[in-house]
């Protein structure tokens, strides 16, 4: 399944936004990466994932779908998803998740 970003969706987004220190931010990237291709494709739910790295390094985005919300949060209590997380966090200064839904979608030309 690709990322499909439209309004109406049955789907949840994790947003989350990690400040890291620009000498650090390949490390929160790769370790991310790993956890999503070692980890989070296999749960139940989960739907995608999209990591964007700011231009100054200070910063991690990951977008990822669910396709609940009680998917999302299951996940959050497995051991595994546990660990990934505790080691993230020793890499990041600062971690904001919030889950959304998407309200409206914007092209030029639309």
């Known amino acids: 399944m690709t990322t499909t970003i439209t309004t109406g969706a049955d ?6 936004v990690f400040t890291v220190d620009p000498a ?3 490390e929160l990237v790769d370790s991310l ?5 070692e ?3 296999t749960m139940p739910g989960f739907r995608s994932a999209n990591l964007h790295t700011s231009l100054d390094g200070t910063r991690v985005v990951n977008y990822a779908q ?21 080691k993230a966090m020793a ?7 919030a889950l959304y839904r998407v309200h409206s979608v914007h092209h030029i030309g639309a």
Do not use: G
């Open 91 to 97: 890499i990041a200064e600062k971690v904001e998740p």
């Open 24 to 26: 650090r931010q390949t």
């Open 33 to 37: 990466e790993a956890a999503t291709r």
């Open 66 to 86: 669910w396709a609940s919300e009680d998917e999302y949060r299951d996940a959050l209590r497995r051991p595994e998803v546990r660990e990934h997380l505790t």
């Open 11 to 16: 789907l949840v987004t994790l947003v989350n």
């Open 39 to 41: 980890i989070f494709v």
